[in-house]
């Protein structure tokens, strides 16, 4: 492919571009034309890499997992109990942010996906997302099912589960407290986690946790 005159090339430059924009504005349904602009490039270049923006949010989303906060090191290393390292993993997916950035961040959240009419643009920017969430998670969780560490037939209704545990967790940290919020977050993160995975009395399928009704 052409070389820009920075070394890089065009679908480098598409994706660093809007891994900015992702950055600096989580909630950010990264338009097509702004994307381009940012990157220094034509819209019909980014078509020909991205033909879609589902496409694009994908792959802006896939590497901010496996090259901004990649996992590889911390989940393989069996040296960790699986829990310990299923939790690391998970604290990897909430943001730094607490308190008033926290706050910050979940408005523009609101204002893009709740407060907007629901658009076809809308939609595929959030399901890309959603969806790009909880693959991260079943790819750890299927690396520690190798292992038997929990029931691989269970793994996709375990990504929901800790997912929506993720995104509580998040909200959380944009409300008011008094409370050590890490501490918390930790506590709930290994109830969480040990809900799930097979060890002793913990070994039980997402169906009888939802039925008992508790984690």
Not at 117 to 146: F, V
């Amino acid at each position: 492919m052409k070389q820009h005159q920075d070394g890089l090339d065009t679908k480098a430059r598409i994706i660093i571009a809007a891994c900015e924009m992702i950055d600096e504005d989580p909630a950010s349904t990264l338009s097509v034309r702004t994307v381009a602009a940012r990157a220094g490039v034509s819209m019909g270049s980014l078509r020909h890499h991205f033909p879609t923006q589902r496409a694009l949010r994908d792959a802006v989303l896939e590497t901010i997992y496996d090259v901004v906060a990649p996992d590889g090191q911390i989940i393989h290393d069996k040296a960790v109990p699986a829990r310990d390292r299923l939790v690391q993993c998970l604290r990897q997916v909430l943001r730094v942010e607490i308190g008033e950035q926290s706050r910050q961040a979940w408005i523009k959240f609101f204002d893009a996906f709740i407060a907007a009419e629901p658009t076809d643009d809308i939609r595929t920017a959030y399901l890309a997302m959603a969806s790009e969430g909880e693959r991260r998670i079943e790819h750890w969780l299927t690396i520690l099912a190798k292992e038997d560490a929990l029931p691989e037939s269970d793994i996709a209704a375990y990504a929901k589960l800790l997912n929506t545990v993720l995104n509580g967790l998040s909200m959380e940290r944009a409300l008011p407290s008094d409370e050590s919020i890490l501490q918390r977050e930790t506590e709930i993160l290994y109830t969480a986690v040990d809900s799930i995975l097979s060890t002793g009395s913990r070994g039980r399928s997402v169906t009888n946790v939802h039925r008992s009704g508790t984690l």
